[in-house]
Every structure is written in structure tokens, then in C-alpha cells.
């Protein structure tokens, strides 16, 4: 992926800002062994790594390490102790053997509201210098106070005018309803003026579970930020209220919760060809 492209790029980042909000549709289709439908609105950040004082310029009621109406903090992600988190992701994607240190870096995740935030997902795209897509980090959090990232250098044959299409083994407990042993189609549109993000979770008798996630981007500036707030006042309650609201209407129609696991090392490299519960090819950094 080195400059020279006989075509355009597919799905170059967006140039028009630091920072950017995408008002977005958040779906659920479980498929067995009960079906099991939701949908509901949420609106989600994507913030340029290296533009974070730009950012936290956009708007009175944004800030970048600070409380705000709308906020963003690194010790949300990466290492959580407050380091740059574009640091923490190029010696992530290092590990991978791919080197990010010249493009750009995002991060897709939910922000803070009034000082809270609960993303069960945050998603880093990592661009090479002609804007082309080099890299993605699939930052997993769950309800347990746990969390793993799934590093994921794109191949050549995985990105396309259709999108990015990545698959990894399974390695970290989410939903207490499903088990390790699955693997993860991860089909995305990286964000431009649309943003669409589909996670299909897979075991061995096929689609267990569909997740999806659409949007449509705006800048992010006072009036977008108040127009997001009025249409989801508490998003983090909503999120995690949500979440749990689920699982009681799964455990009336009869599923049970599958054992917790030890969870592996904060990132994963690589993609293991048999199933967690063997042994697996986990790392971590600090």
C-alpha cells in the first residue's frame, strides 16, 4: 500500500476537522439458539489522534481532558493511564510488524457525557501517507471491567471499494450468553460521510449473532453537539441500561450465562486457526 494507486483510494479519512460526530443506528439480530431483535440511536466520536488540541477547540461544550457537556479522555483506551494513545497504538501495530508512524491515526468510540462513558467498542483506523487504510485495533470492552484489543494490519486482499473485511478467533468473554469458542467477520465501511461497522459472530454450525452499527457524519461544532445531546440526553445510561435490559429479555426466553474465563492479555496479534480453550497466541504491553 505505497503511493502510485491506479485507482482511488477507497474510503480516505475525512479532512474536514479534528474531530467529528456520527449519528448512529446500533442494531442486534441474535439467530439462535432463540432469536432475539433490538435497535436503537446512539451518536459516536471520531477523533483525530494527533489533532486532540485542534478538538478540544471545536466547541465550548467539547473538551479533551476535561469535563464537559461532550468529552474525550486517553485514559479511556490504550494503556488507560493517561499516555498518548497514538504512541500506545504504533507500538501496537509495531508488534504486528507494520509501521504507523506517518499517517494518520482515529479513533472511533463513544464520548463521555457529562463526565461518563461506557464503549463496549472503539475501533482505530491507521493510515499510510496517501490515505489509504494500513491498520485497524478492535478495542473490545465488557461489562465486567475487562478489556482486549484485537490488532489487525490490513492485508491486501481484505480492503476493496466494497469495504474492509478482517475475521478473527474469538479470545475475550463478552456477552455472558455466548461462548469463546467462535470467531469474529468483522465487515466495515471506514469512516468517511457514511460510517457502517458489522460484526457477525460465528461458531461452528454458522451465524450465532449479527451486530451493526450505521451512521452519517457531521462536524463536530455547538450545534451538532446540542442536536446529538437533545436526541440521547445520557447516552452512557442508555448504553449500559440497554445492555442489560437485553439480557433479561434472553434470560426470560431461557439462555443462561456461560462461565467467565480469565481474560487473556490486554492485545492480541495474529489470528489463531483453532479454537480459544487451546493454546493460544496472546500478548500484552504495558
Excluded at 458489522?198 to 454458522?206: F, K, M, Q, T, Y
Aim: charged share 20%; glycine share 8%.
Amino acid at each position: 500500500m505505497k503511493s502510485g494507486h491506479a485507482a482511488p483510494i477507497p474510503f480516505p479519512p475525512p479532512n474536514d476537522g479534528a474531530a467529528w460526530l456520527y449519528d448512529c443506528v446500533v442494531a442486534h439480530a441474535r439467530l439462535k439458539p432463540v432469536g432475539h431483535r433490538f435497535r436503537y440511536h446512539v451518536y459516536n466520536l471520531l477523533i483525530d489522534l494527533d489533532r486532540l488540541d485542534d478538538a478540544d477547540r471545536s466547541s465550548p461544550l467539547f473538551s479533551v481532558g476535561k469535563f464537559n457537556l461532550l468529552s474525550f479522555r486517553a485514559k479511556d483506551h490504550g494503556s488507560r493511564d493517561g499516555r498518548s494513545l497514538r504512541d500506545w497504538a504504533n507500538r501496537l501495530f509495531a508488534e504486528a510488524g507494520l509501521d504507523t508512524t506517518g499517517g494518520r491515526m482515529l479513533l472511533l468510540c463513544y464520548p463521555r457525557v457529562l463526565g461518563l462513558v461506557f464503549d463496549p467498542l472503539s475501533i482505530y483506523y491507521a493510515y499510510d501517507n496517501d490515505g489509504q487504510l494500513q491498520g485497524v485495533i478492535y478495542e473490545v470492552r465488557n461489562t465486567f471491567g475487562e478489556h482486549h484489543n484485537y490488532v489487525a494490519p490490513v492485508k491486501a486482499d481484505e480492503l476493496s471499494e466494497a469495504g474492509l473485511k478482517q475475521s478473527r478467533t474469538k479470545l475475550f468473554y463478552v456477552s455472558p450468553f455466548n461462548d469463546l469458542a467462535m470467531r469474529y467477520l468483522f465487515r466495515l465501511r471506514p469512516p468517511t460521510d457514511q460510517l457502517s461497522v458489522r460484526i457477525l459472530e460465528v461458531d461452528g454450525d454458522g451465524p450465532l449473532l449479527s451486530a451493526t452499527v450505521s451512521g452519517k457524519k457531521s462536524v463536530l461544532t455547538t450545534k451538532n453537539i446540542l442536536k446529538a445531546f437533545f436526541l440521547v440526553p445520557i447516552l452512557p445510561f442508555k448504553v449500559v441500561f440497554g445492555i442489560h435490559w437485553e439480557a433479561l429479555r434472553l434470560f426470560i426466553k431461557g439462555l443462561r450465562m456461560k462461565p467467565r474465563p480469565t481474560a487473556p492479555i490486554v492485545f492480541s496479534i495474529g489470528d489463531p486457526d483453532h479454537l480459544p480453550g487451546q493454546d493460544q497466541h496472546h500478548q500484552g504491553i504495558s
